[in-house]
């Protein structure tokens, strides 16, 4: 029997918190500050974090060990299940030549990479989000921003910054359902307070990104279009939250938003386009010569040219995006959802089941949802398939490129096992439960320090729902004990968690490995940390006055 303890250091919350941030400060610093390899600080923090689990929360080695493995497990099935097949199904499209044709389309919509950052991985990276979210929108996007000519540091930057507002309603707004079920408060009132706090961040990511891509220049020459850009999602994300459904709401403020955009861009265009910086992509496709088939090579470097692409060309390219827009949408309609969910099954992780909280009960991460059949990665593989048919590829040549894609991500897999290891030891120990409570009782700067719990639980874990899980109630509890509205504070943390999920080791381990950066996850850490702290400090900024009299109208 493990009973958790918030106090083991001197019965002092305060002294167990700061003791508790030890393997985080281990993580950051080897990761940010010493450049070591993200999977080498990863199971150094995992080292730390078990070592303080045993030696000063009193957690048994064997409950140690077995929240580790746990965690490890979570990391690579849901999460690297999501991520293996999305970047299978852009390996096959690089195979065949099809993001040659992808790039050239792409530019005639824009061929300044300025636009096509805001449009890919801020627009089309939030429908991603919607439909799928668990890192998805950073492993397609930045390789699609590659395709259209970014060099591979700054695709895996820009999709990072772009996954910001559209997290707390990712995954038909799973975050927020399950913040409800824990809370008791009802999703809709959730839901519309957290469109009340997250489309502020909408009007500034479109500007930062066109900042990241070039500048102060960049923003001076494009910020018309990045304000239509981040306008409608802003709208549309408050409107559809507030008054149409909390589930929709990515998918209605992206459509959108790319609506909004490509219409502007008929009508207006930069007078002095950023064209493309590393012609023809990061990544040389792989092409046919690999598989020594003189046809299918002569076909990719056609596609590869940059002559005229076919009709048909032109939608192979776009068929595995518009095949997974079509998959995760189908699997929301509630015949085949519920087929899916039969494909759900929820145990307690062996080792853990005499684990319990303060009240005497089980905590929620100490049970495993092997969820096979609806998961994203499992919906990703069956485009995948799909997408075998639409653009003709051979069993062989698919399972080749599968292959390659598992030995092109092995270290980013290692990373994120290590990574959510570490939540889980520090969850279940207690250790993170020891820093949320001890930052939940400033009292009357509550409302301030509120979004920072929520940023910290998706630092750690990688995902706004992880977050939610683990501090949504304390969120409340410190509300009604501050005497602050608990339906704010609860969305905060939601709110304030989507500005983590930049700079969580989980997510920079996804987004360096998609573009071929292994090992360099420290230097895609220090370009996204000040954003990170900047953006939660507006979001700060914004739950505080909301909590006074100045803002106290927007409080649902």
């Not at 969910?341 to 991460?365: C, I, M, Q, R, Y």
């Not at 020891?434 to 009292?443: H, M, Q, R």
């Not at 979001?539 to 649902?556: E, F, G, I």
């Amino acid at each position: 029997m493990y009973k958790q303890v918030l106090d083991p250091v001197g019965d002092s919350l305060f002294a167990s918190a700061l003791v508790a941030m030890i393997p985080l400060a281990t993580l950051f610093i080897l990761l940010g500050g010493l450049k070591l390899r993200a999977h080498i600080a990863g199971l150094a923090a995992l080292a730390v974090s078990m070592v303080i689990a045993i030696v000063v929360w009193g957690m048994p080695f064997g409950t140690t060990v077995a929240a580790a493995t746990e965690g490890a497990a979570f990391g690579l099935f849901p999460i690297m299940w999501i991520v293996w097949n999305a970047i299978w199904i852009y390996n096959m499209t690089v195979d065949t030549g099809h993001f040659a044709v992808l790039r050239r389309s792409f530019a005639t919509i824009s061929d300044d990479q300025r636009i096509q950052a805001v449009i890919i991985a801020f627009c089309f990276g939030a429908l991603l989000e919607a439909l799928a979210g668990f890192g998805t929108p950073v492993a397609i996007t930045a390789v699609m921003l590659i395709a259209v000519g970014f060099k591979p540091m700054k695709a895996a930057a820009v999709a990072l910054v772009a996954n910001t507002a559209p997290v707390a309603f990712g995954a038909i707004a799973i975050p927020i359902v399950t913040l409800a079920g824990l809370t008791d408060i009802p999703k809709e009132d959730l839901g519309a307070m957290v469109g009340r706090q997250t489309p502020l961040l909408a009007l500034f990511v479109p500007l930062i990104l066109v900042g990241m891509v070039d500048g102060a220049r960049g923003v001076r020459a494009v910020w018309p279009a990045a304000l239509v850009g981040g306008v409608t999602f802003a709208v549309g994300q408050f409107v559809c939250s507030n008054y149409i459904s909390v589930e929709l709401t990515d998918i209605f403020a992206s459509l959108l938003s790319v609506a909004a955009m490509v219409g502007f861009l008929r009508v207006w265009q930069p007078g002095d386009p950023l064209l493309v910086e590393n012609e023809g992509g990061g990544r040389p496709a792989i092409a046919g010569a690999a598989a020594h088939d003189a046809a299918h090579e002569a076909t990719v470097r056609r596609r590869e040219g940059h002559g005229k692409d076919s009709p048909r060309e032109v939608f192979e390219a776009y068929a595995p995006y518009l095949i997974i827009i079509v998959i995760f949408a189908l699997a929301q309609v509630g015949p085949i959802k519920d087929f899916l969910a039969n494909g759900a099954h929820k145990f307690t992780w062996p080792g853990l089941g005499e684990v319990t909280n303060a009240d005497g009960e089980p905590p929620s991460a100490v049970t495993y949802n092997f969820n096979w059949l609806p998961a994203a990665g499992t919906l990703l593989l069956i485009c995948g398939l799909i997408t075998m048919a639409v653009l003709r590829i051979s069993p062989g040549r698919a399972l080749r490129s599968y292959v390659a894609t598992l030995n092109q991500l092995k270290w980013a897999t290692l990373t994120v096992a290590a990574v959510l290891g570490l939540a889980y030891v520090m969850n279940i120990s207690a250790q993170t439960l020891s820093i949320g409570t001890w930052i939940a009782g400033a009292g009357g700067v509550l409302a301030f320090l509120s979004p920072i719990i929520g940023w910290l639980g998706v630092a750690v874990t990688g995902s706004d729902t992880s977050s939610n899980s683990l501090f949504g109630v304390l969120q409340v509890t410190a509300a009604k004990e501050a005497g602050l509205d608990q339906t704010l504070l609860a969305a905060a943390n939601s709110s304030g968690g989507v500005l983590g999920k930049m700079i969580s080791p989980q997510n920079l381990a996804i987004g360096a490995a998609a573009v071929g950066l292994d090992g360099e996850e420290g230097e895609l850490f220090r370009r996204v940390f000040g954003w990170s702290v900047a953006l939660l400090l507006v979001m700060c900024v914004l739950v505080y006055l909301q909590s006074t009299a100045v803002l106290s109208w927007m409080v649902v």
